[in-house]
Nanobody
Framework: QVQLVESGGGSVQAGGSLRLSCTAT?????MGWFRQAPGKEREGVAA????????YYADSVKGRFTISQDNAKNTVYLQMNSLKPEDTAIYYC??????????????????WGQGTQVTVSS
């Protein structure tokens, strides 16, 4: 059974920074982050396909968030800078692409973490 353990969430004021970490018990060349705010659908935030050296970001976070991966540690990071209140959500780590399709489609990812809360106050 694959497990994903997330850490690094918390509360911060607008303009601040947080770094999320996620360690998997599964070695994967594809990992990512999704988020879900209250009353909203789950959305893709960022993904990294280390096998092809590509990263992907939602338009809403481009230039503010950076995804990176330490393959030796099976760990993916999400550095979040210039945080905004609209970034408030539960953030989920994902791994293992099961199907073809855009990285931002939740259904293509096989394993999900339990989620970590990020709260940004104005």
């Amino acid at each position: 059974q694959v497990q994903l353990v997330e850490s690094g969430g918390g509360s911060v004021q607008a303009g601040g920074s947080l770094r999320l970490s996620c360690t998997a018990t599964y070695s994967s060349n594809a990992m990512g982050w999704f988020r879900q705010a209250p009353g909203k659908e789950r959305e893709g935030v960022a993904a990294i396909y280390s096998g092809i050296g590509s990263t992907y970001y939602a338009d809403s976070v481009k230039g503010r968030f950076t995804i990176s991966q330490d393959n030796a540690k099976n760990t993916v990071y999400l550095q979040m800078n210039s945080l905004k209140p609209e970034d408030t959500a539960i953030y989920y780590c994902v791994t293992k692409v099961l199907y073809g399709g855009s990285w931002s489609l939740a259904r293509i990812w096989g394993y999900w973490g339990q989620g970590t809360q990020v709260t940004v106050s104005s």
